[in-house]
Each structure stands twice: as C-alpha cells, then as structure tokens.
C-alpha cells in the first residue's frame, strides 16, 4: 500500500503547476487527503485537503484562492492545482491518506499532519524569480 505524488518541477513565479497523488494496494475512495509541504529548513505545513466524499476542501490561509484541491476517487487519485507560485511556495509536496476521517470534520482536524497514516515520498517544487 503507498502513494506516489509526482507532478512537481521548476516553475517561474506566477506560473501554475499540477500535482498528482496515486494511490495503490487498496481503494483510497474513502480517505481524507490532504497535501503538506515542507521548505528548506522549514516545519512541514499543511497545504490543503480534501474530505472523504469531495464534498469539503480545506486550504491553508497562504494557498487560498490559489490552489485547488481535488480527487478522482475511481482512480485513487488526488490532485493539487496550484495557480500564480510564488517563491515561497518552493517546497517538497507530500500527499498523505487519512482512513479513519471523520466525516463531519473541519479545517483543525484536516490540517493535523497527525491524522494522515500514510504519506506519499514527496515532489519537489521549485519556484524561480
């Protein structure tokens, strides 16, 4: 069972790249997936998620309205549009599956790198000026 994120690449600032998650070894339909990302020296973060039925997304205040999140649930995939880069957006992107997710959830809960068990290796985006 794993997930394999790949999409990432250099991108000049105000340039747009699409990250894709897939998942294999079982069905991922009804996981919570979220995106993190972690920069040079740098926490991981949460970007963004996406509930179990697609219904809710969840984004991080510095990706609002710049990203989009989404899923293909038929094809275990999970992807993370990401719209006007910035420098600061340079980071490793990691997909990670939530199995246990709580329906009803909110932005707290999705945004916990703690309630994803598994991770994918991560994609490197790289944002030049």
């Known amino acids: 069972v794993q997930l394999q994120a790949s999409g990432g690449g250099l991108v000049q600032a105000g340039g747009s790249l699409r990250l894709s998650c897939v998942g294999s070894?079982?069905?991922?339909?009804?996981?919570?997936m979220g995106w993190f990302r972690q920069a040079p020296g740098k926490e991981r973060e949460f970007v963004a998620a996406?509930?179990?039925?697609?219904?809710?997304?969840f984004y991080s205040d510095s990706v609002k309205g710049r990203f989009t999140i989404s899923r293909d649930s038929a094809k275990n995939m999970v992807y993370l549009q990401m719209n006007n880069l910035k420098l600061e957006d340079q980071a490793v992107y990691y997909c990670?599956?939530?199995?246990?997710?709580?329906?009803?959830?909110?932005?707290?809960?999705?945004?916990?790198?703690?309630?994803?068990?598994?991770w994918g290796q991560g994609t490197l985006v790289t944002v030049s000026s």
């Open positions: 990670a599956a939530n199995r246990n997710a709580i329906l009803s959830a909110g932005l707290s809960y999705h945004s916990n790198e703690e309630v994803y068990e598994l």
């Open positions: 070894g079982r069905t991922f339909s009804r996981d919570a």
């Open positions: 996406i509930s179990r039925t697609g219904g809710s997304t």
